[in-house]
Structures are given as C-alpha cells and as structure tokens.
Nanobody, 113 residues
Framework: QEQLVESGGGLVQPGGSLRLSCEYFRTVFRIYTIAWYRQAPGKQRELVAT???????NYTDSVKGRFTISRENWANTVYLQMNSLQPEDTAVYYC???????WGPGTQVTVSS
C-alpha cells in the first residue's frame, strides 16, 4: 500500500499553471517535513521544494517566485502550486518524507505547446 500518493500532473502549455497534491497516509502527518522532487528524462532527481512541520519553506533557485509549497494538516496533504511553467519544468514529480524515506510513485508534468 502506498504511503504517499501524488496527483495533479498533466499536460500544460508554457506559461500555464498546475497544482500538485501529495497525500501522506500517516496518523500524525503534521510532524513530518515533506519534500517535492522532480526528475527529467536523462537527468538526476532534484529537490524542488520542502515544507517543515512548522510551515517553513525552501525552494530551489529555478522555481523561486513561480512555485509555492503549502500544507493542510487536517487533510494530510501537501500542495505544490506551479505557475509560469516552462518546458524545462517537464519531469516526473515525486513526493518524499525525509524522516521515513517514504516516496510516492510520481506524477508526470509535461509543459509543451
């Protein structure tokens, strides 16, 4: 059974937006830092954004000002709002809980005209 499940990926035109969701099936979800990673074809997996249990966020430089990570503890869910998407954002996006090293199966994001 998957502990982490991502959703919300799809095909979008350059300049468009998507919102990814990561649902984590843990009893005390609120204590976990959650991270979003992505992996483009032929490239290494890279860290995109993190959010701690207290709501502190961090982003990789290439997405600052365009992506926003947030969480709703009552829903056991972390979101990644992605705006001004560019072709170089095309990747499989993964959700991760660093404390437990749980990973989701990933969701594909494709930015293309």
């Amino acid at each position: 059974q998957e502990q982490l499940v991502e959703s919300g990926g799809g095909l979008v035109q350059p300049g468009g937006s998507l919102r990814l969701s990561c649902e984590y099936f843990r009893t005390v979800f609120r204590i976990y830092t959650i991270a979003w990673y992505r992996q483009a074809p032929g490239k290494q997996r890279e860290l995109v954004a993190t959010i701690t249990s207290t709501g502190t966020t961090n982003y990789t430089d290439s997405v600052k000002g365009r992506f926003t990570i947030s969480r709703e503890n009552w829903a056991n869910t972390v979101y990644l709002q992605m705006n001004s998407l560019q072709p170089e954002d095309t990747a499989v996006y993964y959700c991760n809980a660093p404390l437990t090293q749980d990973w989701g199966p990933g969701t594909q994001v494709t930015v293309s005209s």
